[in-house]
Nanobody
Framework: QMQLEESGGGLVQAGGSLRLSCTAS????????VGWFRQAPGKEREFVAA????????YYADSVAGRFTIARDNAKNTVYLQMTSLRPEDTAGYYC???????????????????WGQGTQVTVSS
């Protein structure tokens, strides 16, 4: 099963920026849609952003649209999440997941995401 590894989290002040990376251990990375999800303590996991496998179409949660940008580099088996204008409510553990031959929108509501990373913590101070 493909393994995913997140990195790039940290502590940042409100209004700041971070770039998260999700790197996959597979030779067929290009056929996977990849998404970012987050979970804060005491809250349910929520969708953040996703990028499709084929035309690199993207889809964002309303709460991050216009502030976050997802992109992929298939040569590096990596998907990035550029986060700007960060807010304290963005504080959470961020996790990436992948699904083969999926659109970004389909991944955002998928219930059969078998490949998950260990997560990276993002903390935004006010």
């Amino acid at each position: 099963q493909m393994q995913l590894e997140e990195s790039g989290g940290g502590l940042v002040q409100a209004g700041g920026s971070l770039r998260l990376s999700c790197t996959a251990s597979t030779r067929t990375f290009s056929v996977y849609a990849v998404g970012w999800f987050r979970q804060a303590p005491g809250k349910e996991r929520e969708f953040v952003a996703a990028i499709s496998w084929s035309n690199s179409g993207t889809y964002y949660a309303d709460s991050v649209a216009g502030r976050f940008t997802i992109a992929r580099d298939n040569a590096k088996n990596t998907v990035y999440l550029q986060m700007t204008s960060l807010r304290p409510e963005d504080t959470a553990g961020y996790y990436c997941a992948a699904k083969p031959y999926a659109t970004a929108r389909a991944l955002s509501v998928a219930t059969d995401l078998g490949s998950w990373g260990q997560g990276t913590q993002v903390t935004v101070s006010s």
